[in-house]
Each structure stands twice: as C-alpha cells, then as structure tokens.
C-alpha cells in the first residue's frame, strides 16, 4: 500500500501539463481518441511520454513520434508489445548490429490459450473461448484478440523497429481465429504440425517486406509450438546472430507494469531519448512502396474441402489446382462419425502464390460437389539455428 501526500492525485490534465516539475508522464488508459489527445498535449507541454498503448501507435505512431522529436523529448513503449517480454529493447539494442531478416511472434495470449486448449483438449472454439474468458485471459468482448488486430498493432510497432520504416495498422494483413475448427488443429497434429496465431514479418530477396497475421501451420517440434497457454514469444532471425528467442508473460498487470516501471527508469537516466533521437526510421509515405501485399505472398497451404461422396470429386479439384499452377504435395479422404454422404478432404500444396490459391479457391467453393467454405491454412517453415554434429 503506497500512501500519497494529499494534493498529489488529480484528474485534470492540464494541471499535468502545466507543472514543470513533472518530466514524465505515463499514459495506460489505452484507445486511440483521449489517449492521443492526451499522448499530444503532454509532448507539446515537455514532457517525455511512456506507454503502453499499442493501438494508439500502431495507428498514430508517425505523427505521435514527429511531435515527439520536435518537442526534443521521446515516446517510451516497451509494455506496448508483448507484456514483460523485453522485446522493444531487444531490437533496438540487444540486436542493433543485425540486418532484422525475419520475426516471427506468438504475441496474444487470449488466442494461444484457446489454440493450446483446442490442441491439446480437442476442445472447440467456443468452449475455449468461454475457459478463456472465466480465467481472465479474454476480454468479456474478446473481438480485437480473436481477429487478429491486436497482435496486427503489435507487428506494427515490432515491424518498423526491425525494419527500419514507419509502418502502420492498415500496412498490416491480418486473420483471427473465429473460424479455427478442433477438426482441422487434429488434421495438422496427424501430419505433424500445430497451429499457433504468428505474427510474421520476412525481409524478401528483392527487399521487399512482407507484414502479416494468420493462423498458421508450424512444425510440431520448433520453438514457438511449444509455447503453451497466455504465455507469448518472439523468434527473430538476424544475418550476423542467426536466431534468438523471446518468450515470458505477454500480458497481466505485473509483467506490464515490469516494462512500465523500466521505461520510467530508461527515460529518467536519459537513455530513451539517446535511443529515440538515435533510430533513424523511414517516412511512411516512402517505406510503403517496399511492402508487399499479401497476395504476393509464396507459401505452401493446407486445404480442407467438404464434398459430397461421388465419382469425379479428386478430379475435379485436382484439375482446378493445377490450371492454377498449385501443386499438390499430398492429399487425403478423412471419414468423420456422425457425418453421412459428406466426406473432408485434406490437400498440402507446395509452395505457391496466394492470389493463385484464393483464385483456385474461389473456383472450387462454386462447384455443385463442394458443400462449404474452404479451410485454408498457410504452413509456415520457420528458420532455425542448429548446431551441428
């Protein structure tokens, strides 16, 4: 229990702003409205800014960052991206010798608790979600996690540090995991893989970048698939260290309040403003021209199809792929208990380009044979360091 003089607790801000012995100012009451507003006044005022809000930046950071530099103070935000986990620093510091290859991140609880319960409970969605949510790990409205978005905020900010250019929220590509089904997460584990919601953002051989979020098919054995419960973690390949790994509490009031209380201490001893004068980023309206859409985007997938049971079914989609150029790398007719005249169809294709792949898809979905929207998953092969023998 911490007891305060009196006079120190207030509710107006512009008593904050107008008190020059206030150097920092930690803004958590996240959104992107008051909090921006707020985020403004208190640069423009003098003083240094932590926070924790990744929405505000992921959707603002450039403008908030400029008012920052042109105030001669700094934005600290280290329990912006994954709670306790000192991921920000990492890149910044820890890493600066690197050229940033690849990240790849597991960065919201919510969603890989319900994807490690579903995993390893056979559990549904639904259920999930609602053991989610009973335990704290969801929001009562879980719709920011589940979709996607606020792992896309965090890749925001990760991606520009990494990358070396402002990126922002609407750059980001991103899927959830309302449509996940225990049926497909079974599928993968028989053929070896286990899904997991990935940040991902990869430094193409021609330079471009390539942001985004999806639900993704990992090798059961690497890294990041065994990262179980609310827990997150980061894998990211640099040319000269290879690739380092991240993982601890990427939510919760103590890890957030560990990065909190550290960015206080770094912009109290002048640290944070060395490193945020120090980082030379990229204007967005040039940095955009070297992001690649997603439908530039090669990857193998898997596919499940529910089709009625006659001849000419292997056929038909196996015609559709190829006039796509998708090759099929393997396939198979699962029968399932309780399903009648309909049988699931699993499909893994090579290595191939998304807009081919939601053309064939398209293509397929219309078809008298099909009774249901596709499943499609992307397989994601991570790089990893071995040591060899």
């Not at 225990?182 to 584990?189: A, F, Q």
Request: net charge negative; charged share 20%.
């Amino acid at each position: 229990c911490v007891t305060l003089p009196d006079g120190i607790l207030t509710d107006d801000v512009n008593r904050i702003a107008n008190d020059e012995s206030i150097d920092i100012v930690v803004e958590l009451i996240g959104g992107t409205t008051a909090a921006k507003d707020i985020q403004l006044q208190m640069l423009n005022a003098g003083k240094n800014v932590v926070t924790a809000n990744k929405a505000l930046l992921a959707h603002h950071g450039e403008e908030l960052f400029n008012v920052a530099h042109a105030n001669g103070k700094c934005i600290a935000f280290e329990a912006s991206c994954a709670g306790g986990i000192p991921i920000v620093s990492a890149i910044r510091t820890g890493l600066a010798a690197n050229r940033i290859d690849a990240i790849y991140g597991i960065l919201n609880g919510t969603c890989n608790y319900i994807l490690t319960d579903m995993t390893n409970k056979n559990e549904d969605f639904e259920t999930a979600l609602a053991k989610a949510q009973a335990k704290g790990y969801a929001e009562t409205d879980p719709t920011l996690d589940i979709n996607g978005a606020d792992t896309a905020h965090k890749l925001a900010i990760l991606g520009e540090m990494a990358f070396g250019c402002q990126i922002s929220f609407d750059d980001i590509y991103f899927e959830g995991i309302e449509n996940v089904t225990s049926l497909d997460i079974r599928y993968g584990l028989d053929m070896g893989y286990t899904l997991k919601l990935l940040a991902i953002g990869e430094r193409k051989d021609n330079g471009r970048i390539s942001l985004r979020v999806h639900p993704s098919f990992i090798p059961t054995d690497s890294p990041l698939a065994r990262v179980g419960g609310a827990f997150n973690a980061v894998s990211i390949m640099g040319h000269a260290v290879g690739q380092t790994m991240y993982y601890g509490r990427g939510a919760g009031m103590m890890p957030t309040a560990s990065a909190v209380v550290a960015d206080i201490i770094e912009v109290a001893m002048g640290n944070s403003k060395r490193i945020f004068d120090g980082q030379k980023i990229e204007q967005h309206d040039k940095a955009v021209t070297r992001l690649d859409s997603i439908d530039n985007l090669i990857s193998r997938f898997y596919i499940r199809l529910m089709v009625k049971e006659q001849p000419g079914v292997v056929a038909t989609y196996a015609r559709i792929l190829g006039d796509h150029q998708i090759s099929i790398s393997g396939a198979l007719q699962r029968e399932e208990p309780g399903i009648t005249n309909v049988v699931p169809v699993i499909i893994t294709t090579n290595r191939t380009c998304q807009k081919n792949m939601s053309a064939a898809l398209a293509e397929i979905e219309s078809l008298d044979i099909v009774t249901d929207k596709a499943t499609c998953i992307r397989i994601v092969g991570i790089p990893e360091d071995k040591i060899e023998d």
